[in-house]
């Protein structure tokens, strides 16, 4: 069923002003200001990547990095393996389409899986899909595709692919509109357009919104999206956000709640690449507005939850790295945004610019993701043919973990003490064999000298025994004195 067409019906541009009215004011863009330039210092990790897309730390410190063109790749101990992960599914790769996400399951320690999104070709036209592999260190095995979106199309853009594990061992994934399939937005009956709940095998959960009702497909927990590039969860306050592209302006950022309409197509702050209105409402009844949006256009790719001591003062903030800046004339070098949250609230924006090291200083590189490392750094990918992982770490390096330098501590006064006992050891061997040798050179004149101090020592005892006789005789208690 189409939910909100249902309820909004209207003729022209003045009847959807009417309608217009009758809700509440729209959600502001923040004024945006330029972050200083001295806050963190970037190193290259990586180069010569194929359009990466997606990034993914392993436990052991190593990365994966998928590339749109299908390939999926190691980065073994700083060094990118020449040799792509064997195992990867066949993608469709051109327009936005290819080799997407990849997330590790939460308990990837213990079952090593790994999950990919990524545009395969059906019977019914292409359209996402999701599988995951177990992840040997060379090559992906027991390969499963566990879901596959009723997203049908002919296009090659506007997949979403974004993925994100929720601390119920779900997980949440964003489907994008077609491009050419807007309207599905606003049609529970398919996947467009919409973001999906799922359990770790590709399942619905029991207690997705949408269960029961005859009207809507069982996987959907929010819909009217336009292309959700990005979706995270936030562990400090239970917050799922995305961001999303708009067409010329209207890129957002939105809190994902279930069963929330969020709009589009019938509401957005952009307006059609023709420069026509592809609506004239910003809102409506029953639809939920963006935390913030963009306007012009940004081109939202990536998104992180900033967390940990490394950049403590964006701790809370969100990171959104940006494809095209240059649509904003003041910021058009500053591909990066912090938009800024405090107590919840959104509390400003800084534009942030990122350059690759040793790179031409007039260019602005078209950023595709952004993630938190487990050390607190920040990890960029670069989009295009020739891609760069950047890692971005604060000014005057990287704070020391606490429990890590006590550990280390202790390793080292561990080694310390052992290095001690050794040398002890061999001193203590080394004078009881110089010893020996002494007694073994001179054994007649060291008997000799033993006898003589064993009958010093008998005749010492003898008199001190002697001594002591006599003087507890002359101490004794006379015949019939009184005492017991």
């Known amino acids: 069923?189409?939910?909100?067409?249902?309820?909004?019906?209207?003729?022209?541009?003045?009847?959807?002003?009417?309608?217009?009215?009758?809700v509440s004011a729209p959600v502001q863009a923040q004024d945006v200001t330029a972050a200083p330039d001295d806050q963190f210092t970037v190193e290259t990790v990586a180069s010569g990547?194929?359009?990466?897309?997606?990034?993914?730390?392993?436990?052991?410190?190593?990365?994966?990095?998928?590339?749109?063109t299908g390939q999926l790749r190691l980065i073994?101990?700083?060094v990118l393996v020449d040799a792509p992960i064997t195992g990867t599914p066949e993608v469709i790769f051109g327009g936005q389409g290819g080799l997407s996400d990849v997330v590790l399951h939460p308990d990837f320690a213990t079952n090593n899986l790994v999950y990919l999104t990524y545009s395969a070709?059906?019977?019914?036209?292409?359209t996402l899909v999701i599988a995951r592999a177990e992840f040997t260190g060379t090559a992906l095995e027991n390969f499963e595709e566990i879901f596959e979106a009723n997203a049908y199309r002919s296009t090659k853009v506007h997949y979403g692919a974004r993925m994100a594990f929720l601390p119920d061992g779900t997980f949440v994934v964003t489907s994008g509109d077609g491009f050419d399939y807007r309207e599905q937005s606003q049609n529970t009956e398919n996947h467009f357009g919409a973001v999906l709940r799922l359990n770790d095998d590709g399942s619905v959960p029991a207690d997705n919104p949408y269960v029961g009702d005859d009207s809507a497909l069982d996987e959907i927990y929010s819909y009217g999206h336009r292309n959700p590039q990005a979706i995270v969860y936030d562990a400090a306050t239970g917050r799922i956000?995305?961001?999303?592209?708009g067409a010329q302006g209207g890129d957002e950022i939105n809190i994902i709640e279930p069963k929330a309409n969020y709009g589009w197509p019938l509401a957005t702050h952009g307006l059609d690449y023709s420069g026509a209105y592809v609506s004239p409402l910003t809102e409506f009844e029953g639809s939920t507005q963006p935390l913030t949006y963009w306007t012009p256009s940004i081109a939202p790719s990536g998104m992180a939850v900033v967390s940990g001591e490394a950049f403590a003062d964006w701790d809370g903030d969100l990171l959104v790295t940006a494809l095209a800046a240059g649509n904003v004339e003041d910021f058009a070098d500053r591909n990066l945004r912090r938009v800024i949250i405090d107590n919840g609230e959104l509390a400003g924006e800084e534009a942030i610019r990122v350059a690759v090291p040793g790179g031409d200083e007039g260019d602005t590189e078209r950023l595709r993701d952004v993630r938190m490392a487990p050390d607190g750094s920040i990890f960029i990918l670069t989009d295009g043919e020739g891609g760069h992982v950047l890692r971005l770490i604060p000014v005057g390096g990287m704070p020391q973990d606490t429990a890590a330098a006590i550990e280390e501590a202790r390793d080292a006064v561990g080694e310390a003490t052992q290095a001690v006992i050794e040398a002890v050891t061999e001193g203590a061997k080394a004078a009881a064999d110089a010893v020996e040798e002494v007694i073994d050179a001179n054994k007649d004149d060291v008997a000799d000298a033993v006898n003589s101090a064993v009958e010093a020592t008998a005749d010492a005892v003898k008199e001190g025994a002697e001594a002591v006789r006599e003087a507890?005789?002359?101490?004794?208690?006379?015949?019939?004195?009184?005492?017991?």
């Open 1 to 22: 069923m189409i939910k909100a067409m249902e309820r909004l019906t209207f003729t022209g541009v003045a009847g959807a002003a009417a309608l217009a009215v009758a």
């Open 241 to 245: 956000y995305s961001n999303e592209h």
């Open 76 to 78: 073994d101990d700083g």
């Open 121 to 126: 070709t059906r019977d019914k036209g292409n």
């Open 472 to 484: 507890v005789s002359s101490d004794a208690p006379a015949e019939g004195a009184s005492g017991e």
């Open 49 to 68: 990547l194929d359009y990466p897309w997606s990034i993914a730390f392993l436990p052991d410190g190593d990365m994966l990095v998928t590339e749109l």
